[in-house]
């Protein structure tokens, strides 16, 4: 469906894109993420046609932009800056005025239902939330009924629940059979919604699978916190013990909390427990820290992940 080969884009000194190729399959939800100036809204300005690349190749359905613009833009749908809809008009005119600039187009209302703003068909624009206002852009992109959309960091400054319902209409839009390809700066949406991620750092993809290849491809090697009732006394004993563990790889006391590292987290905890039973110290709380995207980016990088 997507076909990108190293792009590339500079602007004067500021090398935005350095090299970046992927391709995305029909239906696929395709996520890059990465952190601020990573290159993401670039190369998605460059794929969507609106910024021409340096260098590299861009095929969407088999076409180029030089030759086939046209006809790219009936395919694609582009959700635009909230800043582009218009704040005097409702939601249904809205939909209604994008209708307009493509030869085919759904009507408003299944639009309207897709992104869950019936309650709000007949409001205008500046009387809706955030979430609202992106559900309506998403909208948007969606009234030419493309093959392919363009979402860049659609949750992006929402609170928890309004990214989740945009969260239910990326899930909606698959279910239709629509390949999306988007930005996001969350992880955890990332690894939620994707079939595939493409980490991108300094303008390069540093990884790009599938949410669970990435995290399964991470070393074994698994955090576990234990949480003591009584004292850090019995943290500093544990400590002794968890050293002499071969699985053990790594520990690290702090005040009555206690991490450490090991290749075999079931086998580690047995061993733990038991000692700790036999010597009738507490503990309060154990937790296997799961392995998530954000681990995936620091393992590549060496770098911690700020949202
Ligand atoms: N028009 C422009 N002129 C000059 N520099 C630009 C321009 N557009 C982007 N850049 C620079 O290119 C780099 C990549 O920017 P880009 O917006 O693509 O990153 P991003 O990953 O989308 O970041 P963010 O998550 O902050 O939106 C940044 O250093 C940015 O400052």
């Known amino acids: 469906m997507l076909e990108v080969k190293q792009l590339r884009k500079t602007f004067g000194a500021v090398t935005a894109v350095d090299d970046i190729s992927f391709t995305v399959g029909e239906g696929e939800v395709f996520t890059i993420i990465g952190p601020n100036g990573a290159g993401k809204t670039t190369t998605l300005e460059m794929v969507e046609g609106l910024q021409k690349p340096d260098r590299g190749e861009i095929r969407i359905a088999g076409l180029g932009w030089e030759k086939d613009g046209p006809r790219i833009k009936q395919l694609i749908g582009v959700q635009p800056q909230s800043s582009a809809l218009f704040d005097l008009l409702t939601v249904y005119e809205n939909l209604d005025v994008f209708a307009a600039f493509y030869d085919k187009s ?74 999306t390809v988007m930005t996001t700066h969350y992880m955890e949406e990332a690894e939620k919604l994707s079939d595939r991620v493409c980490i991108v750092d300094q303008g390069m993809v540093i990884a790009l699978d599938t949410p669970k290849n990435l995290i399964e491809g991470l070393t074994k090697e698994r955090e576990v916190v234990l949480a003591f009732a009584d004292s850090e006394k019995s943290a500093g004993t544990v400590l002794t013990a968890l050293d002499s563990m071969p699985s053990v790889t790594k520990t690290h006391a702090d005040g009555e909390r206690l991490r ?48």
């Open 106 to 179: 759904r009507p408003a209302d299944d639009i309207i239902e897709l992104i869950n703003l019936q309650d709000h068909r007949n409001k205008k624009v500046k009387s809706l939330s955030g979430g609202q206002k992106q559900r309506l852009a998403i909208g948007l992109a969606m009234i030419n009924d493309p093959d392919i959309l363009f979402l860049d960091e659609p949750t992006t400054g929402l609170d928890p629940q309004a990214r989740r319902n945009i969260w239910d209409i990326v899930l909606a839009l698959k279910q239709m059979g629509k390949t």
């Open 260 to 307: 450490f590292w090991t290749v075999n987290p079931e086998e580690s905890l047995f061993h733990l427990l038991r000692w700790i039973s036999e010597r009738e110290d507490r503990i309060e709380q154990i937790s296997i820290k799961d392995m998530s995207l954000e681990d995936v980016f620091i393992a590549y990088t060496g770098k911690e992940w700020r949202d």
